[in-house]
T-cell receptor, first 113, second 113 residues
Framework: DAGITQSPRHKVTETGTPVTLRCHQT?????MYWYRQDPGHGLRLIHY???????DKGEVSDGYSVSRSKTEDFLLTLESATSSQTSVYFC????????????FGQGTRLTVV | AQTVTQSQPEMSVQEAETVTLSCTYD???????LFWYKQPPSRQMILVIR??????QNATENRFSVNFQKAAKSFSLKISDSQLGDTAMYFC??????????FGKGTKLTVNP
């Protein structure tokens, strides 16, 4: 299995508080992704990174920011959590180029109350 | 922006029979990859099969095969001899030159004994 770890695995937080989810990899892969999974919506891309300090927005980036200061870590921050951000969050990594598969973390279940 | 559409939210099939899951996509790129991922109840994302846009030959992996129609932008997954362990969510995904990996909303497949 690809070395990818998400933390925490579960979190309950209050509306309005900042939350940071961490994705850590030991594979030295170039590309890292953050998705959210909601019933009826599949996996929607929030942000992705194509190198250290190189990131780009996905389709549902509003309310989220990311940072990648090291190859191995990709952080997702909810600046002020809202109930609509209650979801399961997945991190994925890929070495690139095109034909390489993405490897996924186990997911983080976030509940905003 | 690339989009991926899976028009069948749920499907069911009898054990040992064949089922086909549909996927269409929209892109202006010529070189890209398409993937099918499986997500069982464990929530783990597992690559089932991949197809390069430049290859005319349809990809196969044991009981799994695809019907790739580039002009129609269609990428369906056929599962032969369905097994109980095939019960899962199936996601179609597109990756183009930006390395952005975009998923469809998924099809929930149930294999009945």
């Amino acid at each position: 299995d690809a070395g990818i770890t998400q933390s925490p695995r579960h979190k309950v937080t209050e509306t309005g508080t900042p939350v940071t989810l961490r994705c850590h990899q030991t594979e030295n892969h170039r590309y890292m992704y953050w998705y959210r999974q909601d019933p009826g919506h599949g996996l929607r891309l929030i942000h992705y990174s194509y190198g250290v300090k190189d990131t780009d927005k996905g389709e549902v980036s509003d309310g989220y920011s990311v940072s990648r200061s090291k190859t191995e870590d990709f952080l997702l921050t909810l600046e002020s959590a809202t109930s609509s951000q209650t979801s399961v969050y997945f991190c994925a990594i890929s070495p690139g180029p095109l034909n390489t598969e993405a490897f996924f973390g186990q997911g983080t279940r976030l509940t905003v109350v | 922006a690339q989009t991926v559409t899976q028009s069948q939210p749920e499907m069911s099939v009898q054990e040992a029979e064949t089922v086909t899951l549909s996927c269409t996509y929209d892109t202006s790129e010529n070189n890209y990859y398409l993937f099918w991922y499986k997500q069982p109840p464990s929530r783990q994302m597992i690559l089932v099969i991949r197809q390069e846009a430049y290859k005319q030959q349809n990809a196969t992996e044991n009981r799994f095969s695809v019907n790739f129609q580039k002009a129609a932008k269609s990428f369906s997954l056929k599962i032969s001899d369905s097994q109980l362990g095939d019960t899962a969510m199936y996601f179609c995904a597109f990756k183009g030159g930006s390395e952005k990996l975009v998923f469809g909303k998924g099809t929930k497949l149930t294999v009945n004994p």
